[in-house]
């Protein structure tokens, strides 16, 4: 335990960096088979992610020795990259092994029951990764996995849905790799009817993200690929996520078409029909391939997690249309699966690190298997959010979580220093999960509030689209609402706010200092120059930026015009910048431009940049540098001493760069792999990202790159 001189004196904390930098092993899109569960789980110490088993007497195995390790780079944020599959013995028992990407060179794998390494089930690609591989489903004949495969080469990239033997026959003959269907530029799950005649697969095109628009899809399933298809729900303006059969004819679905992701019921033919029509979502943004929010039992009934920022469970009754809640403490939960029985998720609370739990859908019970920590900290330096609606511009609404200081050993008096956080996305969702990096700032007497700003997910649609064509205008004003609004009730201290935020954050960090609200920001890995971010970053997120700002290049004055970058000459707070030089999304140009302008204005800055860091930070020491620089950020502008080393500014510009030659050696353009999503603290669980579900999904943090421990985040953090 220290002793700091904190903002309200001498507080103990026993909360440091290196905790919050080792944090929890992320868990993530488990699955049920029979008696078994299986699940990703992170090796933070050995940068990899490996499967594990949880057989019904309850023994856990670890399923990969390392160098192996799960991990899919499509759309560069990835999803669910293993799927157990059974295989029949000699004796005809069902032996269920597993088939997972393998993040190194993304091939596909089959590790067989008790076998001893792995074996490839795809070519090897010409070059690294540019073939990849995404939300695999089983055929229905056993035979093969169905997912979605992104295909890297000079010309751009191509996607499509494959069926991948399990012969291993693909692995030296491509051509036994059978596409199914192509022509789109965006696929996500493929999920065939349980006869096997037919395939449902969701798809969209550039320049729509999922969440804007999508169409779910549906068509005959032969030997020659799909044919005969058509579309049952969705369009440019609805989004369609995670279709689900029923039977044979019936599938369901969650669309937002009447303004919240909602289920469906939608026939072959005929006319979709709402279940249960309600303000509320009734599934996470789909930022990451295979995140499900509901399953479909064998008696019929679903288990949906639904509600606004932090869904929770009930199970549904389409006999007698009555939605029952199931008795919870764990606040906030995603990545469901099912066996027809049992049900599976990833679930957390402020207080509860995530854990792997088992629902049983007719007693209600949830059964903790696994916890991602063995020891949680004392629960009395965790501050335990309020959920707030606090007045934003015009009378509209902004939704916050406000964690105030939080230490038993000392008495706060008068209004606190308070830093709003602003979630990655910038479509993505702050929720109350469990979270170190709030609880390292909170215990040394500085509150936080993290928003949910104008275009945030768990809202609905209105309140997404309000960031339509006005990203940095929005977010910012929401941001510095928010701060306003806790210096009215007497809880924030005026002249001590901060505003810090990763990725898409980032961004609307340095433009909030672009104003008179905040004392010092914090951008880690944030965008700086919206142009250069249209020119540099991957495909997923190329046309992004037509919604949130404008196509091009109509709109290039207004680029410019919200460029952080453009605008060094208003700030005139210290800022701290955060940036992996090995980030595709966020390239570090980003960065290093923006401390060039600020330079040359005499504004006070910092940049830090780490080696072998994308987007998000995975080493433990540089989680532990970004958290520690953080703090002494807010030790020196808010006055106080802190047990960490003084933070170097400067007002001068870093000595120029020289260009680097162009590689060709990764035609995705992208460098190390990107994680699930980005995390409070800098980090990026998993070994790559959706910048934070939590968690991907986005969260926040010196490195945000952690899947949200429930898996609800979900959509991409992105610039």
Not at 114 to 119: F, G, K, L
Not at 325 to 330: H, I, Q, R
Not at 491 to 515: F, K, Q, W
């Amino acid at each position: 335990m220290s002793e700091l001189s904190s903002p309200y004196g001498s507080w103990p904390s026993p909360i440091s960096a290196g905790d919050v930098a080792r944090g929890v092993r992320r868990m993530a899109f488990p699955s049920v088979v029979g008696g078994e569960v299986w699940w990703e789980e992170g090796r933070q110490e050995e940068a990899r992610t490996t499967l594990m088993r949880r057989d019904a007497d309850g023994t856990v195995t670890d399923l990969l020795s390392a160098p192996w390790s799960a991990g899919t780079r499509v759309h560069e944020y990835g999803g669910r990259a293993f799927l157990p599959v059974p295989r029949r013995d000699d004796k005809a028992t069902a032996r269920v092994g597993v088939v997972f990407s393998q993040s190194s060179d993304q091939r596909l794998y089959l590790l067989e029951r008790d076998a001893r390494e792995p074996v490839p089930l795809t070519p090897e690609p010409g070059e690294p990764a540019a073939l990849r591989y995404a939300d695999p489903a089983l055929s229905p004949d056993g035979r093969s996995v169905l997912c979605v495969r992104e295909e890297h080469a000079a010309g751009g990239v191509r996607r499509s849905i494959v069926a991948v033997p399990l012969s291993g026959r693909g692995a030296q003959d491509p051509s036994a790799v059978r596409e199914l269907v192509s022509g789109a530029d965006f696929y996500a799950s493929p999920t065939p009817s349980p006869g096997g005649g037919r395939l449902a697969y969701v798809r969209w095109n550039h320049p729509r993200m999922p969440w804007d628009g999508s169409e779910l899809r549906v068509g005959a399933l032969g030997e020659s690929g799909l044919s005969a298809e058509y579309t049952i729900k969705g369009g440019t303006d609805e989004s369609v996520v995670s279709p689900a059969w029923v039977d044979d004819t019936a599938l369901y679905v969650a669309s937002d078409w009447p303004g919240w992701w909602n289920l469906y019921q939608a026939g072959t033919t005929g006319q979709p029909i709402a279940l249960y029509p309600a303000e509320e979502e009734f599934h996470a943004s789909p930022g990451r391939l295979g995140n499900r929010s509901f399953c479909v039992l064998e008696s019929g009934k679903v288990v949906a997690l639904h509600g606004h920022a932090d869904p929770a469970p009930s199970v549904y009754d389409p006999d007698t249309l009555d939605l029952t809640p199931v008795g919870t403490d764990l606040t906030t939960w995603g990545m469901l699966d099912t066996d027809g029985h049992s049900v599976v998720a990833v679930a957390s609370s402020p207080t509860e690190p995530p854990c792997l739990v088992r629902l049983d859908p007719v007693s209600g019970l949830v059964e903790v298997l696994r916890r991602s920590c063995e020891e949680s900290p004392d629960p009395a330096y965790l501050p335990v959010p309020r959920q707030e609606r606090l007045p934003g511009r015009y009378g509209a609404s902004v939704h916050a979580n406000v964690y105030p200081p939080t230490n038993p050993g000392a008495g706060a008096q008068g209004p606190a220093p308070y830093v709003v956080w602003a979630h990655g996305g910038p479509v993505s969702v702050s929720t109350l999960e469990f979270d170190l990096a709030k609880a390292y700032f909170t215990s040394r007497g500085i509150g936080v509030v993290d928003v949910n700003y104008g275009g945030s997910t768990g809202y609905g649609r209105s309140y997404r689209k309000r960031l339509h064509k006005e990203w940095g205008v929005v977010d910012v004003e929401d941001c510095a609402a928010a701060a306003r609004a806790l210096v009215d009730q007497g809880i924030a201290d005026p002249e001590r706010l901060a505003i810090r935020g990763p990725s898409a954050g980032g961004y609307t960090a340095l433009m909030a200092l672009t104003g008179d609200t905040f004392a010092c920001g914090v951008s880690l890995f944030g965008v700086t120059d919206l142009l250069g971010f249209t020119e540099s970053t991957h495909d997923f997120e190329s046309r992004f930026l037509d919604s949130l700002v404008g196509t091009l290049p109509g709109f290039v004055e207004r680029y410019r015009e919200r460029s952080p970058v453009n605008r060094a000459g208003e700030i005139g707070a210290p800022v701290l910048l955060l940036q992996g030089l090995d980030d595709p999304v966020v390239t570090p140009d980003q960065a290093f431009s923006m401390a060039t302008a600020l330079g040359r204005n005499g504004t006070p800055y910092a940049l830090l940049e780490f080696e072998g860091e994308a987007h998000g930070f995975t080493s433990e020491d540089v989680r532990v540098r970004a958290l520690e620089a953080e703090l002494a950020l807010y030790a020196r502008v808010f006055g106080f001493s802190a047990d960490v080393a003084p933070l170097e500014l400067v007002t001068t510009p870093p000595e120029p760069r020289p260009v680097p030659e162009p590689e060709d050696t990764d035609p995705s353009g992208a460098g190390a792999e990107a994680g699930p999503e980005d995390t409070a603290d800098g980090s990026a669980e998993g070994g790559g990202s959706p910048r934070g579900a939590s968690d991907a999904e986005g969260r926040d943090g010196a490195g945000e790159q952690a899947a949200h421990p429930a898996g609800t985040a979900g959509p991409p953090t992105s610039g």
